[in-house]
């Protein structure tokens, strides 16, 4: 033989020992929650995090499940408050980091201490009602407050990602801020493997802590998460059953759904749970948008029915008056009297009389209503561009706004310029979503659509709705034990009361927690007859199902 | 020749200049505040987001006044530093080119070469035979018409989705590491087929068609008439025109091949390809400026660079542009 070829057949040889084929039986295809390449497991910053580094890799206190309403002890083994001040927090004991070191309370003290030295931390504010964190013993903390914030204290049981003091406590502020966090060592179910320009690659965590404490194991090996750069190659992939579960919103779903037998929550109409409310922000520092009249009749005239039936094919439902989403968590503050008192509806008569009533008429009679001033009316409803279903909604809004004598024009400015005008004030009329997702309490959905007035706000508000009032009864709830739920509810039926007579923004319909999944390899998906898991693996919210809807999948 | 090259070599490098600050400047002018559109994301109170949003403009420099910042970009483009990416935050953008820009070479080379090699070839051949002309140029046309979306998008479906033979997704399966072994590559090249064949097809006929036009003009000119007339054979003659028409074929495969660091967006989007086109949108449409500069550094060089061997080339294929040049007259 010649010498070439020898090389070439030992080449052959010692190459084909090193490929890796993971076995479809034991590798779970996800997508809909990574849109660029994987390049940061840094839990400090978790809104630029790969999806899975809060929930997979690194775990909070408690999951919180949305379905149940149910706040699930996690790394946490139990928390209450012992008088209105002081919290005990009972640590998990048996609890590992994946590189062998065991967990205790002072790897929850230095996750919650890094935001006092670090004032740039996220959750820093804490700091500001929190006072000092005692360590009783290696399984105990006693958290004490100046003046507790109560539910915001909830929302971050379940949010904050703990992290291993040991190698985190030498870190320098830059790498705990700006640092990518390759390889990541936390205490979740699954340790990141690999990753690629389009993928990430999950591999399970053989001694979690879960298996022998709780009994409950994921059942895939891997979790292949991938990226999709379009709904097609999505929708695609769940046809072939190359994809197990996404999270994309695919049109379609309800005509398709039949044919292929795509699993979702619902078998029939509406498919999907609901995730978010959309809602219609009115810029209030504008004119005609600073006058309530003027808002409550632009919320008589929108037909959400009509947008939930033509632009998503009833994979949503109509919102009702407040936003609220139809959880326990929330509906529990839902004032019914309040609702039918002040609440509205699509009613186009009303709108139009309504415009009437505070001087909005037609007086040049080119079919639109002018202020009463005088002055035209001309406005615009802005979404991003390429953001279809968006784009089509506002078209019927812009419709149904000119129906009843409001001259509106859908626009799509690109999203950098959405941003802009969004955030910087000078927008007419905008469709938002981006803080009204489910939660624990409703004081996180307020929280967002009443967001304290800046000049660049970028985090809710959007129609710079400034009533001093609403913010004080706000605050006051978040101060009101979260398990008094009489005397919260006072304080959010007033909030609803003014929400309701100032219509500062409109809700319109709640978005859905899209969810389709293949049964070509895995059963036992989560579904309205259960299990009964938020089928949810967008980042940051693996704790509200998607963890525990691994642990209940079955191979094929 | 060295004259030549020098005055070349000094008209590029101010063309670098400018093209490299008119990068730097574009933007800065668009709408947007990366950082804002990059802490958006971020659900935390107003005192945090603000001391936050500081220190992320101390990271990225964006504090400092805008000259400042001009002349920090020039001296750390010579260090080889082009800055962290804010889309991609907190990769550096020299890893996140480096990164997507392979699958580009890889998918994009072949591509354009192959076509440019092929369409010329069959476009010279169609030119001489009437009945293939009048037959495959309308197939050319449309095909060079067709919206590239579509097509794509219909090559994914048809052999991926109902013929089944070609994976519609991803780089390599998803259910494998990449590793040095037959099996590997083997998967690679089934993932490879659909994007190339569509830019191969596409481009195919942009360049027939070129090459066929300019081959008929050619054996219409004067001299092939004029050859013809003397007698020269036919191959003789052919031999010539090709030359000739070859020449625009040359300056259009450089700068195709000059561009190639700005990706093939839409393949990239329709057969979910990776590469840096649809990460160069996304920094685009993020107001990320240190990418945005990064790949326009990179495409303005591939452009220079490109033209750069087109005048070199020329010396070499075309006795006129090396005749002129040492002053000779034709």
Known sequence: MKKGTILVLILIFSTILLGVTYKRNETLYAGGGLWAPPNNWNPVTPWAAVTGTVGLIYEPLYLYDPLSDEMIPWLAEKGEWKDLNTYELKIRKGVRWTDGTFFNADDVKFTFELAKDIPEVYYSTLWKWLSSIEKVDDYTLIFHFTEPLYHEWVTNLYQIPIIPEHLWKDRSKEAILTGANENPIGTGAYLAETYDQDRMVYLKNATWWATELLGIEPTPKRIVYLRAMSNNVALGMIIKGELDISNFFLPGIPTIKKFYGIHTWFDDVPYMLSDNTAFLFLNTTKKPMDDPEFRKAVAFAINSEEIVEKVFEKQVLPSNPLGFLPIDAWMKYYDEDVVTKYGFEFNPDIAKSMLKDAGYVDKDGDGFVEAPDGSKIELSIIVPFGWTDWMESIKIIASNLKAVGINALAEFPDFGRYQDELYGGNFDMAINNFGSYLSVTVWTFYHWLFFPISDYQANGNFGRYDNPEVFKLLDEFNRTPFDNVEAGKEIVSKIEEIFLKDMPAIPLWYNGMWFQASEAAWTNWPSEHGPFHYPCTWGGRWQLGGLMMLTDLQSK | ?330
Not at chain 2, 5 to 22: D, E, M, N, Q, S
Not at chain 2, 242 to 257: D, E, K, M, S, Y
Request: with cysteine; charged share 15%.
């Open chain 2, 1 to 330: 020749m060295g004259k030549y090259l020098r005055r070349k070599i000094i008209i590029y490098l101010l063309t670098f200049f400018f093209a490299v600050t008119i990068d730097w400047v574009i933007p800065r002018f668009m709408p947007g505040d990366p950082i804002r559109t990059l802490l958006s994301r971020a659900a935390m109170r107003t005192e945090a987001m603000d001391l936050l949003y500081n220190y992320y403009n101390k990271v990225f420099s964006l504090d400092l006044p805008l000259w400042k910042q001009y002349v920090n970009f020039w001296v750390s483009l010579f260090k080889g530093d082009l800055g962290t990416s804010v889309y991609l935050f907190p990769s550096p953008v020299f890893e996140v080119i480096k990164r997507a820009v392979p699958y580009d070479i890889l998918l994009l080379v072949p591509a354009i070469l192959l076509s440019w090699i092929a369409g010329n070839k069959f476009g010279a051949f169609a030119a001489r035979k009437k009945r293939l002309d009048n037959t495959i140029l309308p197939i050319w046309y449309v095909i060079t018409a067709t919206p590239y979306m579509w097509l794509g998008i219909l090559l994914a479906w048809v052999f991926g989705v109902v013929l089944g033979i070609f994976p519609i997704s991803g780089a390599y399966s998803f259910s494998m590491s990449p590793s040095l072994s037959w099996e590997f590559i083997w998967d690679y090249l089934k993932h490879w087929i659909l994007p190339f064949g569509s830019l191969f097809i596409v481009q195919l006929g942009g360049w027939a068609i070129g090459m066929r036009n300019m081959i008929i003009y050619e054996l219409e000119s004067e001299y092939s008439r004029y050859m013809e007339a003397m007698g020269a054979p036919a191959k003789l003659i052919r031999k010539y025109a090709f030359r000739n028409a070859v020449l625009p074929q040359i300056t259009g495969l450089a700068l195709q091949l000059g561009v190639i660091v700005a990706g093939a967006l839409a393949t990239e989007v329709v057969f979910s390809y990776p590469g840096i086109g649809y990460l160069l949108l996304q920094g685009i449409l993020n107001g990320d400026y240190f990418l945005i500069q990064g790949c326009f550094l990179f495409i303005i060089l591939g452009v220079l660079i490109a033209n750069f061997f087109i005048d070199i080339i020329y010396v070499i294929v075309d006795p006129r542009v090396r005749r002129g040049m040492s002053g000779e007259t034709a």
